[in-house]
Every structure is written in structure tokens, then in C-alpha cells.
């Protein structure tokens, strides 16, 4: 699974105010283009580095991952941080690229099979060495705590009813929409008792899914902000899916456990029989269109010999 790092998608925004700026100043004004947006990227970083503090910043780009002393979720529990890896320098890399430091092995390579082998973590948007270093401290002071202020408390779950599993289903077919705006799951996803013709094939099947990440918390974490290169420009601000969406979802989802995937080549042979059947009306449709053209050409013809 690829994940989309924030940085890269902070690259393709500058990218595309250069192609903008470099065709409004045509050739020459390439140069200078380049450099305003260079200076626009630099600018937007610091900005978005100082208007969030710590804590913020951990809050919206750390805690959907990861809570201090509250288990793990899509990341390993970050309390007693500084005892497995006592090398602050190895963190403060592997905060600003973790690819690159789990690509090196050792350490890396570790948690990253731990965390599943899977995923590799995102680096936080507008990430720097201070920052990370900022953060590290954060998670230091957090873990002395008994409780700290990011055991998920946020994430507690609240009992998952029959109206929120009913809910949920509405919700994943489109029945009932997301309040921002978001698009319905099935259009990518199917489920086990998805109808008829099954959902769209861009993203897996997604029956016992709260199993394959780790449980509901996490499943609820992730919902939060997915982090997929299909989902995440989908379900971004302001699309965001709202906790009760959420909730709903990860009821409709925790109750598929024990079911097995919805069935591909069932749903493969539905697609073709609409394709005929497609076909069969189109031939309909158009032999009667032309039909009463022939005849609409045909007969001041035939009317005009007369
Ligand atoms: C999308 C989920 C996700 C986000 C967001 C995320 N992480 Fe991670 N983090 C992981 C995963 C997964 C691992 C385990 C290594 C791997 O598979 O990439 C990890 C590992 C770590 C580790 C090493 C943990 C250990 O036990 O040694 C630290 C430190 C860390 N993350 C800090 C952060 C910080 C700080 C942020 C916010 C800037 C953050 N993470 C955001 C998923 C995430
Ligand atoms: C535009 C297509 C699209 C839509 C819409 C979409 N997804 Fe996804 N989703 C994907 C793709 C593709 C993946 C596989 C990860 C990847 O490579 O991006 C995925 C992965 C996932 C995963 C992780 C599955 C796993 O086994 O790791 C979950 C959970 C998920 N989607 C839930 C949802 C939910 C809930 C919705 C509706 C709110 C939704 N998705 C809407 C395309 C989509």
C-alpha cells in the first residue's frame, strides 16, 4: 500500500502555481517565476510551522496515528519512546523521512515489520528538525505522565448500536450522504452484502477490515485522516468524514467480521450481463432512431416523384 507523505503533496501544489505563474509570464518570466514560488513554498512552510505549536501539531498530524500510553493504533503506542531508541538523532531523522530510515534497516526496518510491513509512516506536513526535535520532547514529557493528554481519550469508543451498524450501511452505499460532501465508499469498495452488482474494484474489499487494521480504534483513527494517495485528496479538509459518520461506518464494518468478501467473479458475470443487455437495448434505440430517419428522408422523396 502507498501512502501519500504530506510533503509530496505540498511539492505538487507548488508545482502547479509554477506551471500557472510560468505560463502567465511566458519564457522569460520562468526564472523569476521559479523563484517567487521557491520563495511562496519557503513562506507557506514557515507560516504553517508557526501558527501550530506542539501540541497542535501533534494533535492533528501524529495523534490519528499514535497515542502516548493509550496502545497502539495504525502506529505503535509512542510511550517509552526514548528507552527502546535511546539515539535522538535516529528519531529526529526518522520523524522528518521515515522511508529513508526504514529503508536503511536495523531499527527501522523493525518497526516498521512490527507495525505490520506495510505502511510506511507519512512525514508531518511542513516537517523540519526542530520541529521533530519539539515533538520528541512532547513525547518524552507526555510518557512520564501516568495519563498523558494523548492516551486517545478522544478515540474512546462509545457502544456500537443496531442504528449505527444500520447506519453505517446507508452511509457506504450512498444512500445517505456524508455531510461535507465526501464520496460514498462503494464507488471503490465492496462489502459482503453489498447488492446486485457489487461495489467499484479501485479499492479493496473491505468486509473484516476493522480486523486487518488492528480493531476499531484504529479503524476510527484512520477513517479520520486516510492517508492513501486514492482516499486522502477525497476526504480532506473540507470533505472530512464527522465522528458520527465515522462511528457509523465502523459499526457497519466491525459487524462484517466473520462474513468472507463479497464474491468478484459473481459480480464480474452481473457486469457482463448488463454489458449485453446494454447492448441489446442500444441496437434497439438506434434501429428505431434510423428508422424514422430513413422514413423522414424517404418519403418527400418518395412524395416529390409523385
Ligand atoms: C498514518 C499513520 C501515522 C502518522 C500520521 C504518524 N505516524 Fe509515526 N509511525 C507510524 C507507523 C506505521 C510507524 C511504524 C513504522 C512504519 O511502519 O512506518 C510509526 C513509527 C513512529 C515512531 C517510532 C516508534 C517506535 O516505537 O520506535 C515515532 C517516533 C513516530 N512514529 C512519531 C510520529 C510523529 C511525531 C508523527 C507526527 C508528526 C507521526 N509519527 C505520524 C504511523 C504514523
Ligand atoms: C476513489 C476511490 C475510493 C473511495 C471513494 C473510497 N476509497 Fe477506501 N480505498 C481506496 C483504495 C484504492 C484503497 C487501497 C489503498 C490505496 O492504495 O490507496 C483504499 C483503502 C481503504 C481502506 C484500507 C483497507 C485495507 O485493507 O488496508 C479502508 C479502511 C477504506 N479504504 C475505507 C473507505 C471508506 C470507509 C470509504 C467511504 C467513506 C472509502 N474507503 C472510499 C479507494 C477509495
Not at 520523524?95 to 505490520?116: L, N
Not at 462489502?191 to 467499484?200: N, W
Not at 483513527?221 to 485528496?233: D, H, S
Amino acid at each position: 500500500m502507498r501512502k501519500v507523505t504530506s510533503g509530496m503533496e505540498r511539492r505538487g501544489k507548488c508545482l502547479g502555481i509554477r506551471v500557472l505563474v510560468g505560463r502567465v509570464g511566458g519564457r522569460r518570466g520562468r526564472r523569476a517565476a521559479v523563484l517567487i514560488v521557491a520563495t511562496a513554498c519557503v513562506c507557506l512552510a514557515a507560516v504553517t510551522a508557526k501558527a501550530q505549536d506542539t501540541d497542535e501539531y501533534f494533535k492533528t498530524n501524529c495523534a490519528t496515528c499514535h497515542t502516548i500510553g493509550g496502545g497502539p493504533l495504525t502506529g505503535p503506542d509512542l510511550k517509552g519512546l526514548s528507552e527502546r531508541q535511546p539515539d535522538r538523532q535516529w528519531l529526529i531523522d526518522f520523524i522528518v523521512d521515515p522511508k529513508r530510515m526504514i529503508d536503511q534497516g536495523g531499527y527501522g526496518a523493525k518497526i516498521f515489520a512490527e507495525a505490520g510491513g506495510k505502511t510506511y509512516m507519512p512525514a508531518g506536513p511542513g516537517i523540519t528538525a526542530k520541529r521533530a526535535e519539539k515533538l520528541l520532547d512532547l513525547i518524552d514529557e507526555e510518557s512520564k505522565k501516568e495519563v498523558s493528554r494523548f492516551v486517545g481519550a478522544g478515540q474512546k469508543l462509545k457502544p456500537f448500536t443496531s442504528q449505527n451498524r444500520a447506519d453505517g450501511y446507508e452511509y457506504f452505499l450512498g444512500r445517505k450522504k456524508f455531510v461535507n460532501g465526501g464520496a460514498a465508499c462503494i464507488s471503490c469498495h465492496s462489502m459482503y452484502d453489498t447488492p446486485a452488482l457489487g461495489g467499484g474494484r479501485l479499492g479493496p474489499d473491505l468486509t473484516n477490515v476493522s480486523e486487518r487494521l488492528k480493531g476499531a480504534k484504529s479503524l476510527m483513527a484512520w477513517l479520520g485522516a486516510p492517508q492513501t494517495e486514492t482516499m486522502q485528496p477525497i476526504y480532506k479538509a473540507p470533505h472530512e468524514l464527522t465522528p458520527d459518520e465515522i462511528h457509523a461506518l465502523v459499526a457497519y464494518f466491525e459487524a462484517s467480521a466473520g462474513n468472507s468478501p463479497s464474491e468478484a467473479p459473481a459480480s464480474r458475470v452481473a457486469f457482463l450481463l448488463m454489458g449485453l443487455v446494454g447492448a441489446g437495448a442500444m441496437v434497439f434505440a438506434m434501429d428505431a432512431v434510423w428508422k424514422r430517419r430513413f422514413r423522414g428522408v424517404r418519403r418527400p422523396l418518395v412524395e416529390g416523384s409523385v
